[in-house]
């Protein structure tokens, strides 16, 4: 492995005896694998200090659990890191400090959730840059062991400087990064301080860049990994006779359902494409992607033909950027045309109630329907007449057919009275034009209640 930090033998030679008169040692093997974390914890396997050796994630990566049950932690709800590594020469390395941190916490501003003195929190990870934020404290070294995660340069992580540096340089940028598909860290952290001390740069990846290549020392820090968002349920036009009807035909909601496993996980973006060819490369003008975590997405006159096959196709990422991948929707087709527009009128417009006389005066009803074609499908409304619709007539119980019927264009009835207040009627039309397509309107009749007639009469 190469060589890049300027070795201090004597301080470095003090502090392992230290360390080992205080803390004993783990026997690690030479060129450690991999390894799975205990059930306890979810980070494990091996970083690289050129100055210090292995350090140890967890407890599993030894076997040495039975005896000294250590482990890091990342805790899904809130991001935050806790736990112990630990290092031969060393001794342990906390993540979950209360004393403040060099930085007086001034990295959690980039963490998801508070990380603080309050709840033992030195350390962060960021599911949005994917970026650990923070700092780790080798106890051993006392406020000589803060291990710095990462710097707040803006830009890509990449191989750092030699050894030392200033903790002050804050042009230089590092720190460590987590791939929520492998699982793995990647980068560099930083133990030193201003007066040149300190165990220098920490690998946490044998394929970091400056790390000298994995093969005969393949080691890396290691976590859990996130599960991509999956999609099912994928349903259109979700747009009924009804609604259509009540506002206009050319309309569609393409809906899906999203799942995933990771605790806290949600849909972050969508991407939909539609298309009248089943092609999924569609152009430009049908395609959106959108910052939301709505499960479906309207679609309207302004995108759609009437009387046309569309298809479409969904995609959606979670809020750790993983992708679900493209599905295909149901294809659909469109409605032929706008519906008919129902319409009546009624004479006289409040007929009048006499309850003594046990009758109403009768109401004389006539549709005033109209309706649209495929050639003119939203304009150049046709009135229906007497064969180009069907009618049908909603009547309260009760009421007498005078003249015509309940399927003809008009009708002369009379409402009932026994057991009814003076109060309106409910009528209904609905109708249905030449394409099935059908509509209906409901009104409430006004009844005039008249008093009954009489004449006073001499006594006998």
């Known amino acids: 492995m190469k060589k890049f930090f300027r070795k201090k033998f004597l301080i470095l030679g003090f502090i392992i005896i230290l360390i080992i008169a205080v803390y004993g040692c783990f026997k690690f093997g030479a060129n450690p694998e991999t390894a799975m974390a205990a059930t306890s914890d979810n980070v494990a396997g091996y970083a690289w200090s050129e100055n210090a050796g292995w350090l140890s994630f967890n407890c599993a990566d030894t076997g040495s659990c039975e005896t000294s049950d250590y482990g890091v932690h990342i805790n899904q709800a809130d991001n935050n890191f806790n736990g112990y590594a630990w290092s031969d020469s060393l001794g342990w390395i906390s993540f979950q400090e209360s004393a403040s941190p060099p930085d007086s916490y001034g990295f959690s ?263 649209f074609t495929s050639a003119s499908p939203d304009v150049d409304l046709i009135d229906c007449g007497d064969s180009d619709c069907i009618y049908d007539w909603d009547f309260p119980v009760g009421t007498i057919i005078l003249d015509g019927s309940e399927t003809g264009t008009s009708t002369l009835v009379q409402f009932a009275t026994e057991g009814n207040e003076p109060e309106e009627r409910k009528v209904a039309l609905t109708v249905t034009d030449s394409d099935g397509f059908q509509c209906s309107k409901t009104i409430y009749v006004n009844m005039y209640f008249t008093l009954p007639t009489w004449k006073e009469v001499k006594p006998e």
């Open 109 to 371: 501003i980039f963490c998801p959730n508070a990380c603080n003195a309050y709840n033992n929190c030195t350390a962060c990870y960021d599911d949005q840059t994917q970026r650990i934020y923070g700092w780790a404290k080798i106890l051993s070294l006392g406020d000589d062991g803060w291990v710095k995660m990462s710097n707040f340069v803006a830009g890509a992580f990449g191989f750092p400087k030699p050894f030392p540096i200033k903790f002050n340089q804050e042009e230089i940028v590092y720190g460590i990064e987590f791939d929520p598909i492998t699982g793995d860290f990647s980068g560099w952290a930083w133990n030193g301080s201003d007066n040149d001390n300190g165990l220098g740069w920490i690998s946490f990846n044998c394929a970091d860049d400056g790390a000298g290549g994995c093969e005969g020392h393949d080691y890396r820090v290691h976590s859990f990994s996130y599960t991509s968002p999956v999609l099912s349920d994928l349903s259109a036009p979700n747009w009924s006779l009804g609604q259509a009807c009540a506002m206009y035909a050319r309309q569609s909601f393409l809906r899906w359902q999203v799942t995933d496993p990771d605790y806290g996980a949600y849909q972050k973006y969508y991407a939909v494409g539609w298309n009248t060819i089943d092609d999924p490369d569609v152009p430009a003008e049908n395609y959106i992607k959108a910052q939301s975590s709505a499960s479906q997405h309207s679609l309207n006159f302004e995108n759609l033909d009437y009387d046309t096959t569309y298809y479409w196709w969904v995609n959606v990422w979670d809020d750790k950027g993983l992708e679900s991948g493209t599905s295909t929707g149901p294809s659909f087709v469109t409605y032929k045309h706008e519906f008919p527009r129902v319409d009546f009128d009624w004479s006289p417009r409040e007929p009048e109630w006499n309850e003594l006389e046990g009758k109403t005066e009768p109401v004389f009803f006539t549709q005033l329907a109209a309706y």
